[in-house]
Nanobody
Framework: VQLQASGGGLVQAGGSLRVSCAGSGRSFSTSIMGWFRQAPGKDREFVAGINGSGGKTRYSDSVKGRFTISRDNGKNTVYLQMNSLKLEDTAVYYC??????????????????WGQGTQVTVSS
């Protein structure tokens, strides 16, 4: 699996943005997919994850109720819809794939394949 993230940009606080992650390879539809983010000077943190079928999701407390992860296996793409954006959501957002486990882990070390990241900047 190879991943390519896109859709980042500049948005005002309270606004919305959707980032996408296009994958290649036959394993995409069975992979756990995760979104992580990393702000300057901070560790990479888990944002959201989704299982292969899309029937199970997991969110960090900081984004729960504001962000929605989804996937379209026909398009080999996973999405992160971000609403009610806050200044503290500013970060580089990365998508990642876990090809082996069947559980949505929050630890970045579990995910073996990473996209290149897309910058999301929330302004006041």
């Amino acid at each position: 699996v190879q991943l390519q993230a896109s859709g980042g940009g500049l948005v005002q606080a309270g606004g919305s943005l959707r980032v996408s992650c296009a994958g290649s390879g036959r394993s995409f539809s069975t992979s756990i997919m995760g979104w992580f983010r990393q702000a300057p000077g901070k560790d990479r943190e888990f944002v959201a994850g989704i299982n292969g079928s899309g029937g199970k999701t997991r969110y960090s407390d900081s984004v729960k109720g504001r962000f929605t992860i989804s996937r379209d296996n026909g398009k080999n793409t996973v999405y992160l819809q971000m609403n009610s954006l806050k200044l503290e959501d500013t970060a580089v957002y990365y998508c990642a794939a876990d090809l082996r486990s069947g559980f949505i882990y929050v630890s970045a070390s579990v995910y073996g394949v990473w996209g290149q990241g897309t910058q999301v900047t929330v302004s006041s």
